[in-house]
């Protein structure tokens, strides 16, 4: 199954692989392994050649785990059912608070268009969109509010600043 | 009133459009029912046992005169004539069309109203004091910090998919009339020793299934840093509240489970963290809001009318309305009038869109050009000068708006119940006109004195059953209607939850069942200025409980 990533607002292809946890290591490219993986085979995993990325499960407490993860070039976070909203929390924190520079992904059953917005603004940085959703529609999402009311992750100016001006 | 700038316009109506969009596609069937679901409840729009039912937010109650005949309009033109005021300060109209809800939104837009998140598992609509700013007893205007607090929660991107709906109450007066510690978040407006403004902060409050009273988590926040905190609670919510079970997913179930103190410690924590970033309150951002607050320009000779005493004399059903109706005014000549919704044989908090109208015309005679609505589901017209008193009382009276009842027994909070919403068990309706009639002699009901009488079709508790002085549970029991009656609840600043007397009763006994407590009361008082509430907090359960089951067994 291929899933559709949006990345820089555009369809890109995704370079990341998803590595199931008993799946033997490629010989190089990149690839995105469970936390519970990165945890238990840490050493062997960094002595590779691989880029190697980590999906978070949405229970996990961000700061604490920081230390582990900072240094990843892509960290996905994970969104299990469509009203679950706890990685929006965990994307403000990596974003904003620790200042993580690498990529941002969401996965799973809320990246849609209705949730893409809140998403953008919460810091994530790239989507791999739920089956059967537009690309173009999801894109087009992101900018259906002009303005918004909160500072947050994506550095929109927010009303308040724009009042003060 | 606080007005739209363009940006406040710009939001609104780019949430009619994406609503527009959300029912366009799920008519076409492009986007899954359950889905749809969660994103409609997040504009109000319920589907009702009969029909849809879009729910509208009053930002802390709050109405201007336009808006009021707007609301008469989408009554009159979408709906089947009327709406109904909610025990949180919105109003419910039941009966529109699915297709047509993008453009009551439109509708509403254009009056700068709408009904964003006054449903699903967000931030709910700000509820506060319907006396804001004309109290005597208040310290200061609590309408700004809900303002301001309104506009940081609406679309918030962190928290609009949270455990479980989310609820925040703003009182700053001597007397809570907000019932803040019911509420996920309450906040009170003090001044500490040192003269600074700042709040006292109650969060894990909530009715429904498991009520619980909010506890304090901290003494005394400063002004500026309402919104940190406030996400700090949030925060921690959306991280560690339940989602695997519906009925433990409310914040007070963590913080029950938490433990209080650790709960605060981790807010704490959290706090620390953003107390000091962007959303720090700045005394301009704060001006700014309050501005919209300003006094309206009383008349200082309000106070010299004579033509009011003389009214009184004359007119005993008059007298008897203010006596009951009207509110203590800080200004000298003013008064808050409150237009009852609680008359025979209406459905208690139901409007229709003439009434609607004629409030918009009365609140521009007499009062700004403003009214209120309270969580207690009527009507308040808050800057009265005394010589208005008695035309505003004979134009209410006119539109049936006028029972003299208001605090007393006929002033049922009540929810729809089973004749509209899809989670009643019982009628609520029906029970409360059966005690409206058997209780309208108002020499009785003012005998009996103060008294809220509260009633919910089911344990989800829209009509406050549980702090109700008296309180009634819709429950099913094998198909048929019965009720669980409680005693000694509160909202107010000594807020309790109610006893439960013991068995539930049935529909045929419910309004003996009533009488029979209030004749306990009577025969138990100290004196006449001893309350209900306080006649049994100081005599405890018992003699109403013997009097209450004697008479159904005997019936039996």
């Not at chain 2, 049994?536 to 359960?541: E, L, T």
């Amino acid at each position: 199954m291929s899933t559709t990533l949006l990345r820089n607002q555009r369809v890109e292809a995704d370079d990341y692989t998803p590595l199931a946890d008993d799946a033997a290591l490629p010989a190089s490219g990149k690839v995105i392994v469970s936390y519970g993986r990165w945890q238990a085979e840490r050493e062997a995993l960094l002595a590779s050649s691989l880029a190697i990325g980590v999906k978070l499960p949405n229970t996990v407490d961000v700061a604490g785990v920081l230390p582990e993860i900072a240094d990843r070039p892509l960290i996905a976070l994970d969104f299990p059912a469509f009203p679950d909203g706890r990685a929006y929390s965990q994307a403000r924190l990596l974003a904003e608070r620790f200042a993580y520079k690498g990529e941002l992904r969401a996965t799973g059953k809320a990246v849609v268009r209705d949730q893409i917005g809140f998403m953008v603004r919460c810091g994530f940085t790239s989507f791999e969109l739920r089956e059967g959703q537009d690309p173009a529609a999801c894109i087009q999402a992101i900018h259906e509010f002009s303005v918004p009311y909160q500072q947050a992750a994506d550095h929109a100016r927010p009303v308040f600043l724009r009042r003060r001006a | 009133m606080y007005q739209y700038d363009q940006y406040d316009q710009k939001l609104v109506d780019e949430r009619v459009a994406q609503f527009r969009d959300q029912t366009r596609r799920y008519l076409a069937g492009e986007l899954p029912d359950d889905e749809y679901r969660m994103l409609r409840l997040r504009n109000g729009l319920y589907v009702q046992r009969f029909a849809p039912m879009l729910r509208v937010a009053i930002p802390y109650g709050l109405l201007s005169s336009k808006q009021v005949r707007m609301l008469g309009h989408i009554a009159r033109t979408y709906d089947k004539g009327y709406g109904h005021l909610t025990t949180r300060q919105n109003i419910q109209f039941n009966w529109p069309t699915l297709e047509s809800v993008p453009d009551i939104l439109a509708d509403l837009a254009s009056v700068q109203m709408h009904a964003i998140q006054t449903s699903g598992n967000c931030i709910r609509n700000f509820t506060s004091d319907h006396l804001a700013g004309v109290a005597a007893d208040e310290l200061v205007d609590p309408r700004p910090y809900c303002e301001i607090a309104r506009q940081w929660a609406t679309l918030h991107p962190e928290f609009n998919w949270l455990p479980r709906k989310f609820k925040i109450a703003i009182s700053s007066s001597t007397t809570d009339r907000a019932a803040t510690r019911v509420h996920d978040i309450g906040v009170h407006i003090v001044r500490n020793e040192h003269g600074e403004l700042g709040y006292t902060m109650y969060v894990g409050g909530g009715l429904g299934r498991t009520p619980i009273i909010g506890v304090k988590i901290r003494d005394f926040l400063p002004e500026a840093d309402l919104l940190s905190y406030c996400e700090a609670v949030l925060r921690v919510y959306n991280r560690l509240g339940r989602r695997d079970n519906i009925y433990k997913a409310r914040i007070k179930i963590l913080v029950k489970e938490t433990g209080a103190a650790k709960f605060a410690e981790l807010v704490e924590a959290e706090w620390a963290q953003i107390k000091d970033s962007y959303l720090k309150l700045t005394q301009a951002d704060l001006d700014r809001v309050k501005q919209h607050f300003s006094q309206p320009g009383y008349d200082a000779a309000a106070a010299n009318d004579t033509t009011y005493t003389a009214q009184i004399a004359a007119n005993p059903a008059f007298a008897a309305w203010t006596r009951r109706n009207l509110k203590a005014h800080r200004v000298p000549g003013y008064s808050a009038v409150f237009a009852s919704l609680k008359a025979k044989g209406v459905a208690p908090g139901d409007i229709d869109a003439a009434q609607l109208d004629a409030v918009a015309d009365l609140a521009e005679r007499y009062s700004f050009g403003e009214v209120r609505v309270t969580h207690t589901q009527n009507l308040v017209f808050a800057d009265v000068q005394r010589k208005d008193l008695y035309p505003l009382w004979q134009a209410l009276a006119g539109l049936g708006l006028a029972t003299p009842n208001i605090g007393l027994l006929t002033d049922v909070i009540c929810c729809p119940g089973l004749d509209f919403c899809s989670l009643s068990n019982a009628s609520s309706i029906a029970v409360a006109e059966e005690i409206f009639e058997r209780f309208e002699n108002l020499d009785d009901q003012h005998d009996i004195g103060e008294m809220k009488l509260n009633m919910s079709g089911c344990m989800n508790g829209c009509g406050h059953h549980s702090v109700g002085h008296i309180g009634i549970l819709g429950v099913d029991k094998k198909g048929e209607e019965w009720y669980q009656i409680t005693l000694g609840g509160s909202s107010s600043n000594d807020a309790s939850l109610g006893d439960r007397t013991g068995p539930s009763v049935s529909r045929a006994d419910i309004a003996d069942a009533v009488q029979n407590l209030i004749e306990t009361y009577l025969a138990e008082r100290h004196s006449e200025d001893e309350s209900f509430l306080a006649c049994y907090r100081r005599v405890g359960m018992s003699p109403f409980k013997t009097r209450l089951y004697a008479a159904v067994e005997a019936k039996a």
